[in-house]
């Protein structure tokens, strides 16, 4: 039996069960998909590295765990070959992290473009997460409203790659795009708007 690989964005705010939905749609997936987890956090305070373990204490047993803050595109392509499915989480910390490294908004995006290019080949069946800032507080500052606009810039290349995007409102998923017309990551068939 051949595998049709998918992707799938899950948006929301902070606290809004992001992470535990991506999860949740990896755990019911059929039995024998290799899973693994792709982490974009940097443990550099004690507040992040409570999240982290936090993070993996949930996380499916028998899930590798590869950590990569900066080239996402190049763990997939070496995680594709060894695994089924992958939770990439986070998009929101992977931007921060190249922006935070000095990359320029220009090449975030480029890097994001990447990543969409890589989820049409469908090498793997990818759950990506990232949060939704643009509906947020107003970012005081002008680095915080570069980091806004070059976010909200990267979720919608991504956004327009996948063939779900499903939108975490205090625990509820909904779904806003549905552009794969067979059966989707959760097993239930499906139409293409």
């Given at each position: 039996?051949?595998?049709?690989?998918?992707?799938?964005?899950?948006?929301?705010?902070?606290?809004?069960?992001?992470?535990?939905?991506?999860?949740?749609?990896?755990?019911?997936?059929?039995?024998?998909?290799?899973?693994?987890?792709?982490?974009?956090?940097?443990?550099?305070?004690?507040?992040?590295?409570?999240?982290?373990?936090?993070?993996?204490?949930?996380?499916?047993?028998?899930?590798?765990?590869?950590?990569?803050?900066?080239?996402?595109?190049?763990?997939?392509?070496?995680?594709?070959?060894?695994?089924?499915?992958?939770?990439?989480?986070?998009?929101?910390?992977?931007?921060?992290?190249?922006?935070?490294r000095g990359e320029k908004a220009l090449a975030v995006v480029d890097a994001a473009d990447g990543l969409a290019r890589f989820i049409g080949l469908r090498r793997l069946t990818l759950i990506i997460v990232s949060n939704e800032v643009g509906a947020g507080v107003h970012p005081p500052t002008e680095v915080g409203l570069h980091f806004r606009d070059i976010l909200g810039e990267v979720n919608q290349h991504?956004?327009?790659?996948?063939?779900?995007?499903?939108?975490?409102?205090?625990?509820?998923?909904?779904?806003?795009?549905?552009?794969?017309?067979?059966?989707?990551?959760?097993?239930?068939?499906?139409?293409?708007?």
């Amino acid at each position: 039996m051949s595998i049709l690989h998918c992707s799938e964005l899950i948006l929301g705010g902070v606290r809004s069960g992001k992470s535990r939905e991506a999860l949740r749609l990896a755990a019911s997936l059929p039995p024998g998909f290799r899973g693994a987890f792709l982490a974009t956090a940097q443990a550099l305070d004690a507040d992040m590295r409570a999240r982290i373990e936090r993070h993996q204490a949930e996380r499916p047993r028998g899930w590798a765990t590869v950590e990569e803050p900066h080239d996402v595109l190049r763990a997939l392509e070496g995680m594709a070959t060894r695994y089924d499915v992958v939770v990439l989480d986070c998009l929101t910390l992977w931007v921060a992290n190249l922006y935070l490294r000095g990359e320029k908004a220009l090449a975030v995006v480029d890097a994001a473009d990447g990543l969409a290019r890589f989820i049409g080949l469908r090498r793997l069946t990818l759950i990506i997460v990232s949060n939704e800032v643009g509906a947020g507080v107003h970012p005081p500052t002008e680095v915080g409203l570069h980091f806004r606009d070059i976010l909200g810039e990267v979720n919608q290349h991504i956004a327009a790659a996948v063939d779900r995007v499903t939108y975490m409102v205090a625990g509820i998923p909904t779904i806003i795009k549905n552009a794969q017309p067979v059966r989707d990551l959760r097993g239930e068939s499906s139409q293409a708007p």
